[in-house]
Structure formats: C-alpha cells, structure tokens
DNA sequence: CTAGAAACATTCAAGCTCTAAATATCCGAG
DNA sequence: CTCGGATATTTAGAGCTTGAATGTTTCTAG
C-alpha cells in the first residue's frame, strides 16, 4: 500500500493542470519573441539550442521532440539561410548542423529578447531552486 | 531596475525545460490511458473536463485550448456516439454537450485509470502543496 | 571477413492546434 | 423597438508533431 489510500485526489489533477498552464506560459514568452524576428516557436527553440556544432538527433534531444520533426524545422531554417547542414566529420550517417553568419546574429538576438521578462520571474532565486528540487525528484519517479 | 541584475540565468532556462518535461510526463500519462481505451491523448482529455454539462467554449477553457481546437475534438467524440451536441436551454448560440451512456460509461473507466500511478507519485502531499503555491505564483506574475 | 543488428536521417500520412474569417445570437443604449 | 457591439460556434487554411517505413552507414558477433 503506497501513502495515498485514496485513488486520484483532485488536489493532484489541479496540479496537473497548474503544471500545464506554467508551460504554456513559458512557451508563450518563446513565441512572442520568435514572431517578432521573423521565426516560429520551434525555429526559435533550435536556434536556442544550437549551441555549436550538433548533430540531428542531439537536436531533437535538446529539443524534447522527435526528429522527424527536427528535420522539418531544420528545413525552415536552412530555406532561410539560418544554418547549414554539414556531412559529419567522422560519421557518414549523421549530419553536422552549424549556424551561418545570420544564424548566429540572429541567435544572439533571440538570446537577448528570450532574457527579457523571464516567465518565472515571479519567484524568487530560492524559491526557482526549491521548484527545481521538486520538479527533478517529480520527473525521476520510481 | 528589477530584482535580477543579471538578464537571464543558465538556471532560469534549465529551470523551464524541468516543467516542460513534467507536462510532457503528465501528457504521456494521460495518452498511454487514452489509447487503452481507443481514444486520442486530445479525446480524452475532453472526455475528463465533461463533469456535467458544458459549453464549447468552457470546455475549451477546461482544455487549455481554442474554441476551434474544441469543436475538432467533440466532432470526434460525437462521431464515436460518445457526446451530443444539444441546443442550449437558454442561449441560442451555444451549444450544450452532454454525455450518452457509453460516454459516461467510458468517462468512468477513463477516471479509473488516470487515477492509477499518478505522475505526482513522487512528490509526498506536503511537497504537492509546495510544488502548487510555487505554481500559482509564478503563473500570476505581475 | 561477413551477415545481421543497430543507429542516423529523411519521407509520408495522419492527427492536433492555432489564426482569421463567417454565421448566428444575445444584450444594452438610445 | 432597433441598432451596434459582444459572444458562441463553426469553417478553412496553415503550421507543428508524431509514428511507421525506408535508405544509408556503422557496429558487432561469429
């Protein structure tokens, strides 16, 4: 018998719902600031997360999505002259992704604009750290 | 000047992609449910919000979602004998959805299994109701 | 060395969600 | 009462995401 006798209570799936609701937030602010350069939130997304030299699938990975659908934004971006998909260096298969000139002029001004008016800012630094203990021991259930 | 000196801590992004892996945890729970019962991940969660009757546009409310996104989802519903589109009783212009017997039927087996292995299971309720007032804040900021 | 399993990327079909626009109805000011 | 703005729903079109199937390349057991 686990700590909870009863099933479901509906405390949990308001939770649920609270949860939700902070994402949509949060993806809320990407969109704002992907639309005013141009982009759409899953461009902006893989911009963000092209750090340097990746390959597809670490894409996707970073990007929590399948990678089919990596490659389908990695089209868009690459029809806008935003990143170039190179032939891996020691892997045939795979594929390097690197940022042209205006891919990274224009990830940095996306980093600029996603700095501002963070969605969590109504917390405090202590209270982001207990949030993020909570959330790591929720996303690692047993 | 705000509270935060610095423009956007490494934290505060690590921090958003935690809650976005927990909605997508909490999306999975209910889609693995969802297809048990021959349902999509969008249909069941519909199914879930029709506690009594409802309006189109407060179950979209319930739904976190469009008008429009609600009317594809109950036009799958309604397709399945599932939900009934009837006239509202005392506005013309909407429309009041109501569960047929096999809906409620379904609806209740639906209930049973989201009920089961919460993805909240790892949190205790002492830790839930910390993880919710840190939700409600950060979600009303100013 | 070689055959089979596994991994990377892509394509395609299907479903979900959004925006914008159209239609029907309600409600309040005059 | 009537006109005009607001609200409820639907439709059409587009973009996003996924899962299955495919071609290529790599890895590994024998």
Known sequence: MTTSPEP??????ELCGLVNGLAQQIAEHVRERAVALGLT????????EMTGPITMRELAERMSCEPSNATFVVDKLEKQGLV???PHPTDRRARQ???????TALR???LGLLAQDSPLAGLSPQQQRTLQGLLEQAITRP
């Open 108 to 110: 940095d001004r996306l």
């Open 84 to 86: 170039e998909r190179c």
């Open 41 to 48: 939130a899953a461009q902006a997304t893989a911009l963000r």
């Open 8 to 13: 479901q209570t509906s405390a949990e799936r």
């Open 97 to 103: 992704l690197l940022l042209t000139a205006e891919g």
